[in-house]
């Protein structure tokens, strides 16, 4: 496994965990706007996944796209804990997004410089998405934030509970160094510094109290997750799984 | 097949509408990047509109119909994502018939495409697809779609 096929792969799993996490949200939105929305967003994350993918498989020569995305067990997904966790309410779910649409922002800012022009193709394509989701869930995190005491209970809770999983995304291990050493990756380190003046602005503006930093969960790149990636897998691979090849 | 003549094949993915918005075609949307001949073969290069738009797929198969169906066989689509796909590459005549349409075209300025004031309401960033947000217009009252500048 090259490196390259393995940095391609995290970022694929993680835009195809969170797009499946927003399609648990097609038909249950609080409103019909936002059901769109949240659908939409799905959407693009499939889709900015599945261009990972395709490079993937390409750089891989073995494994089709599909095969990546429905033939894995958790042990060889390198998603960030942060999203796969549960939906939530839909504060929750807006918290997570922010956190990550944040990172994801950043991140994808720095990869359009890659040397990689295949990457640099598909960060720069993803990142026009990506602003537009960090605006949807900057908003509403602001809105809730500064909302009702019951909308401002519920999302600091949220921002509480999922804080620990932040300190992932920032994570460098050799494969990214090797990779960073070659102009091809991203150093993730790097990006925390705006990381935390962005969120801060947007925590200020939602009356909302950043948490302080404790504990931090680690190990989505390993392979380490949350016993909730086990569920997602289970239901989105279901059809390829019992029916292996089969055409829509 | 009319091998080299490109200026045909361009012709006949001009007739391809798109799926969601039947009033312009796969050109004008500004999908198709490149298309030339090479070792006989045709090579026809499409970037994708939204990454994850459903409609991505329906058009590339309804470019293979159309290319079969006039006596062309051997072709090859090639997905391009750089440069990233743009609205700014939607030309005014395009722009217009979106309008007719009743949609508001990429702007700056968002239009109501029914009674044309430019006094509109943000609904929601999302429409009912992937390219398009919401807006109601404050003048004449109605709803309307529009094209967002990507």
């Not at chain 1, 939409?40 to 990546?68: C, H, P, R, V, W």
């Not at chain 1, 934030?145 to 920032?170: H, I, P, R």
């Not at chain 1, 160094?177 to 150093?187: F, K, M």
């Not at chain 2, 797929?57 to 006596?71: A, R, V």
Request: net charge negative; glycine share 6%; hydrophobic share 35%.
């Amino acid at each position: 496994m090259s490196s390259l096929f393995t940095y391609t792969l995290r970022i694929a799993d993680s835009s195809l965990i969170l797009g499946q996490r927003m399609s648990e949200w097609c038909s249950n939105g609080p409103t019909l706007e936002e059901d769109i929305a949240m659908s939409n967003i799905s959407l693009d994350m499939f889709g900015q996944a599945n261009g990972f993918y395709q490079y993937a498989a390409q750089l891989d020569g073995t494994k089709s796209a599909d095969e990546l995305a429905f033939r894995r067990n958790e042990r060889e997904f390198f998603n960030h804990q942060l999203v796969e966790q549960e939906n939530g309410n839909f504060g929750t779910t807006m918290v997570r997004n922010f956190l990550h649409d944040v990172f994801n922002f950043l991140f994808y800012t720095e990869l359009t410089k890659s040397k990689d022009e295949t990457l640099s193709a598909l960060a720069s394509k993803s990142l026009k998405e990506v602003k537009y989701h960090l605006r949807h869930s900057s908003n509403w995190l602001i809105r809730l934030g500064d909302g009702t005491g019951e909308s401002n209970t519920k999302v600091q809770d949220a921002l509480e509970e999922l804080w620990m999983y932040t300190g992932e995304l920032f994570e460098m291990d050799n494969l990214d160094t090797e990779l960073l050493n070659n102009g091809i990756a991203v150093d993730n380190s790097a990006l925390k510094l705006e990381w935390d003046i962005m969120v801060n602005k947007t925590l200020v503006k939602a009356k909302l109290t950043r948490p302080e930093d404790a504990y931090m969960a680690t190990g989505g790149k390993k392979g380490l997750h949350t016993e909730y990636l086990g569920f997602i897998l289970s239901e989105m691979q279901f059809l390829q799984r019992a029916y292996p090849d089969a055409k829509w | 097949m009319q091998s080299g003549n490109t200026k045909y094949i361009w012709e006949l993915l001009n007739t391809v509408p798109d799926p969601e918005i039947p009033v312009i075609s796969v050109v004008e949307l500004g999908v198709i990047r490149e298309v030339k001949f090479e070792n006989d073969s045709l090579n026809i290069s499409i970037t994708p509109t939204y990454s994850g738009c459903p409609a991505v797929k329906t058009f590339m198969d309804d470019i293979k119909t159309c290319l079969t169906e006039n006596d062309i066989n051997n072709f090859e689509l090639k997905i391009v994502y750089s440069p990233a796909w743009t609205t700014e590459w939607m030309t005014d005549a395009t722009k217009e018939k979106l309008r007719k349409y009743g949609i508001s075209p990429p702007s700056n300025i968002v239009i109501c495409p029914q009674c044309k004031s430019e006094n509109t309401t943000l609904i929601s960033e999302f429409g009912s697809t992937a390219c398009k947000s919401l807006f109601k217009c404050d003048e004449c009252l109605e709803p309307f779609e529009f094209f967002k500048c990507i």
